[in-house]
């Protein structure tokens, strides 16, 4: 185990703090989502640590109740599409020939259109419901998973040790599990950690846009719409859930980096 | 004075504090060549960087002084350096196709030295660099320089790189490893034109080398290097026939040996491979034209060749990773399924093949036990303890102790990674190993002791090996039965002893005349037999 | 090399039409009925059918694909169902608009980044290069919406340098526009240039420890001019990549700076046709991103392959 060093420690401390409020959020909000307390944009006061939102909601109760739907939104569709890329990919690598064609222009052309307009297409014609979100975006992100992938399994397959086990009669299973995984786990693992990061901030801006995840839910993203206008006058309000969305995507960042030390980033979109 | 550079107590760290050079004295003299011999990570180029101030990597000189005609380089400042170097010593690199700069022209790269040390005129310069080309015989010299990297074949890039350096007119050459990457045939060339460039403009050298013969044709004096310490220093034919250190000795003898090596004789068995009209291309390109082997069991076939002769591509073809585009292979009389995956396992496990490097030919995150415990579950389905006392049991045959089996590679030297390629080969027990260049990617004694086990192993357990190489000294010392390939083609095989004795085919003869030996004289020898053919 | 870049422009046209496809498809064949999406629950049956049949959803959907491309390519875009205006007449200046955004940020961008980035490269390890690195990971990790409203809050409403929102119009005077935009110019400026540094770094890095950069400091050149002559030409075509990858960011990254400042511009305009269910408005919208994505990064493709050493002089 590498010495980790203090920045990969705050990135740590960070994401532990929002598993915390993923799990754990409505049970430690001090009030209850929709609870009216006082008169909109109110100050901080020792009740309300970070004041009152545009409806004279507690924020930090509606920040802990928002977590569950920004983190966890967020963290299906990146599983979901790394359970669809991921398997695609390395059989790519693996079979070559027609199915790596297939795949490959497959993905090539659903990344032909950037990402936001795909997803804003998609939601015009099938609407903001959460299984739809989850699954546009996961299936949008995929394809960046598939290509890494695809790399990873293609270079570590090219290498003599993976050709000796082809060599003795290993098949497909056993390749990637115990020649292609374990080479390609840290690159993986960071490459995870940056999809969701773009998910989240991807989530996010849709619900800023308001075209995200919809009323009743609340999460991050509409609450900086909805306070918006705060700013104007300004009041930190919608500062609070911002913030949030940026210490999130700083922890992971920060322990993607220390993943990658020492190696270039693959070239994956950061956001 | 007449020492050109003076080296006192030089000690140079890596950039983790590790030792690489423990404090050396060098002295050399102007027009004097000084061969720097050792294996790898004896801290021969490094310190042949130092000598002009450099650190690669990161490394820095961390005591000892160094001066090049009496002007302390370790004294200057960077841009005080910067000056000494490419005017007063410059570096020719073992690569001289990454040495050079792809976007620029080949003559604009060898002007550069001279025009920014503003060392002559233009006109001086290019006139100088044109007498360059001509004396390292570059075809259309006068044109040469217009071309890109790229456009121009290795050979000519490396006498290319030798032009560059010499374009300042420097008091010394840092010569590293300049012949290593090419065929031997070339290497003669390219180290009669050194010689004979050093000579006419009385550069100083420092020759940096693990080839002792090659380092004998050009060295004035020899100095052995080992983990960064020195180990002897004398003129080169006391080194070579009286070395007085029991390493120097080691390396001497290792040399030796590879050149006149005792040859085997073995009789071999039932023919096992017959390999028979073969032939294949990548990409529509021949590689292989009309291949015929064969080899009987227990029996040793070298096949060597210098590099695009196609030997490798046979191995590739026998073990059914590449597809003939003509002929058939025979395993004990059946003919082999061309592709690998149409093989069965067991036929898959009669023929294994160990690689060149085994760095990449081990997972780096498999244990050692793993490794060679998984053909012997793979094939003959053993488990649990009794799949331990084998890979134990493996282990011992070649020479490692049995604690090695929880050991990752990269806790492992090269030679032990090799022995562990070979142990998991041998697990499947196999009736035929194919040793693709096994040895070259290893130190000198290192591969001696390869070898030696790999003889050993053969008369023990019986197993065929076909072994690939370019080397022949390997092939003298290991073969029974050689074949020579040259560009796709088998020129000539039988019995070791037949093949290297005279009189000798066309090729075979500038094979064994390419291998320089352990004397002084050789390379005069062989010149003045060229001058009279 | 030139019949390196006539493919890549044939691919580029190939591309085109491929974004046409996705598009309409994504539109017109997926699931949900337009008609009713867009009348509502209650429409009645005759309504519906009265839309359907004005919107041509009865007719095959290759004859549809084909009438609107036809129709894109001659510059008609449709009309709008809210306004009922040509869909042209509404989506061209606001995609002007989205441009001089765009540029604005890429002038001033673009070369900071690159710049930033040779320079942190040259001086690896050094104080500037980690200090710059840090705030460069910051950078990219804040979403727009927070750098924009730091921004707002910092520069319009504390201190009142910029207007808080970016009006524009048509008419309107330069530096007056320019006024108006730079606030969500620097927030799409700070975001890109963070990517486009750290990436170009890596670029560079990897061409400063090659053989050949070692071999002009070997031979006594200085630091200056072996980054000028030997690195930077070889850097340049990774660079122009990096370059053509954040085009993608800066299209999408628009939408969501537009949305915010309230500027009028396509993003802001594609943004409000979809949540208005506009069909034909988000169809013209989607295959004018679209064709800029692809356009942009054709030309990138196309500087790095001019700039590829090895493919300007083959053997």
Sequence with gaps: MRRIPPTAWIGLAIIALNLAALLFGPLLAPYGEEDILGGPFDPATALNWFGLDQNGRDMLSRLLYGAQMSIGVSLAASLLSFSVGLPLGFLAALRGGWVDTVLSRLVDTIMCVPVLISALVVLQALGSSLPVLIVTIALLDSTRVFRLARILGQGINVMEYAEAARLRGEGAWWLIRKEILPNAAAPLIAEFGMRFCFTFLFVAGLSFLGLGIQPPYADWGGMVKDNQQGILYGLYAPLYPAAAIALLTIGVNLVVDWLLAGRTRPQGEGR | ?533 | ?315
């Design chain 2, 1 to 533: 004075m007449s020492d050109i550079l003076t080296i006192r107590g030089l000690r140079i760290e890596a950039p983790n504090g590790a030792v690489l050079v423990h404090g050396i004295d060098l002295d050399l003299k102007k027009g004097e060549v000084l061969g720097l011999i050792g294996e790898s990570g004896a801290g021969k180029s490094t310190i042949g960087l130092a000598a002009m101030g450099w650190g690669r990597g990161g490394c820095r000189i961390a005591g000892g002084t160094v001066a090049i005609g009496g002007q302390e380089v370790t004294a200057e400042s960077p841009a005080g350096r910067a000056r000494l170097r490419g005017a007063r010593i410059a570096y020719v690199a073992q690569s001289a196709a990454a040495a050079f700069n792809p976007a620029l022209t080949i003559g604009r790269q060898v002007l550069e030295g001279p025009r920014h040390h503003r060392a002559m005129g233009k006109a001086e310069a290019r006139a100088w660099m044109l007498e360059l080309f001509r004396a390292l015989d570059l075809p259309d010299p006068d044109h040469f320089g217009d071309r890109y990297p790229h456009q121009v074949s290795g050979g000519q890039l490396q006498r290319a790189m030798v032009a560059m350096a010499m374009s300042c007119r420097p008091d010394i050459l840092v010569l590293d490893e300049p012949t290593t990457a090419l065929d031997v045939t070339t290497q003669i060339e390219v180290l009669a034109l050194l010689r004979r460039l050093i000579q006419r403009y009385g550069t100083a050298a420092l020759y940096i080398t693990h080839d002792l013969a090659v380092v004998a044709q050009i060295a004035d004096r020899i100095q052995v290097l080992r983990h960064g310490k020195p180990v002897e220093l004398g003129p080169t034919e006391q080194v070579l026939e009286a070395p007085r250190e029991d390493y120097t000795r080691r390396l001497v003898g290792e040399r030796q040996a590879s050149l006149a090596g005792e040859p085997r004789r073995h009789e071999g068995g039932a023919e096992l491979l017959a390999v028979d009209g073969i032939s294949a291309a990548y990409h529509k390109v021949p590689v292989l034209s009309d291949v015929s082997l064969s080899l009987r069991r227990g029996e040793t076939l070298a096949v060597v060749g210098e590099s695009g002769s196609g030997k490798s591509t046979l191995a590739r073809v026998i073990t059914g990773l590449l597809q003939p585009t003509a002929g058939s292979v025979r395993l004990d009389g059946q003919a082999l399924p061309a592709s690998y995956t149409a093989r069965g396992r067991d036929l898959l496990r009669r023929i294994q093949l160990v690689y060149q490097l085994p760095d990449v030919a081990l997972n780096p995150r498999q244990t050692v036990g793993e490794a060679i415990g998984r053909p012997l579950g793979f094939y003959f389905g053993l488990k649990g303890r009794e799949q331990k006392q084998e890979v134990g049991r493996l282990l011992g045959l070649i020479g490692l102790d049995p604690d090695f089996a929880g050991r990752l590679p990269g806790a492992l030297s090269g030679g032990q990674k090799q022995r562990v390629c070979i142990a998991r080969a041998l697990a499947a027990k196999p009736d035929l190993m194919i040793c693709d260049e096994v040895t070259s990617a290893l130190d000198p004694l290192v591969a001696e002791e390869i070898l030696r086990l790999l003889r050993r192993l053969q008369d023990e357990l019986g197993v065929a090996y076909l072994f690939i190489t370019h080397d022949l000294g390997v092939v003298r010392r290991l073969a029974d039965r050689t074949a020579v390939m040259q560009r796709g083609r088998v020129v000539e095989q039988g019995p070791t002893e037949e093949i290297f004795t005279p009189p000798f085919h066309d090729y075979t003869g500038r094979l064994v005349a390419s291998v320089p030996e352990l004397r002084r004289d050789w390379l005069d020898q062989v010149l003045a037999t060229r001058a009279t053919a």
């Design chain 3, 1 to 315: 090399m030139i019949p390196l870049i006539l493919k890549r422009i044939g691919l580029g046209l190939f591309t085109l039409w491929l974004v046409s496809v996705l598009v309409f498809a994504g539109t017109q064949l997926l699931p949900g009925d337009v008609a009713s999406a867009i009348l509502g629950q209650s429409a009645t049956p005759e309504a519906l059918a009265a839309l359907r049949h004005s919107l041509g959803l009865e007719q095959p959907a290759l004859v549809r694909y084909g009438q609107w491309l036809w129709g894109f390519v001659q510059g008609d875009l449709g009309q709008s169902l809210a306004s009922q205006q040509p869909v042209a007449d509404l989506l061209w200046p606001r995609f002007w608009n989205t441009m001089f955004l765009a540029a604005y940020a890429a002038v001033i961008g673009v070369p900071l980044a690159v710049g930033l980035g040779i320079l942190t490269a040259v001086r690896r390890g050094g104080v500037f290069d980690r200090a710059v690195n840090i705030l460069a990971l910051g950078t990219v990790s804040l979403p727009e919406y927070f750098l924009g409203l730091v921004l707002i809050l910092v520069l319009a409403v504390q201190n009142p340098v910029f207007p808080s929102l970016a009006d524009v119009y048509p008419g309107m005077g330069f530096a007056e526009r320019l006024d108006a935009t730079t606030l969500p110019m620097l927030t799409l400026l700070l975001v890109t240039v963070a990517q486009i540094m750290r990436m170009t770094r890596t670029a560079v890095l990897a061409v400063m420890d090659s053989a050949y950069v070692e071999t002009a400091y070997l031979k006594g050149l200085l630091t200056g001019r072996v980054v000028l002559r030997h690195a930077l030409p070889n850097a340049a075509a990774p660079v122009c990549n990096v370059v053509a990858f954040n085009i993608a960011y800066l299209i999408t990254g628009v939408v969501l700076v537009e949305a915010m400042f309230n500027y009028n511009g396509l993003g802001r305009f594609m943004v409000d046709a979809v949540a208005k269910r506009d069909l034909p408005m988000v169809q013209a919208c989607a295959m004018v991103f679209g064709a800029a994505y692809v356009i942009l990064n054709m030309i990138a493709d196309i500087a790095a392959i001019a700039l590829n050493p090895r493919l300007r002089h083959p053997r």
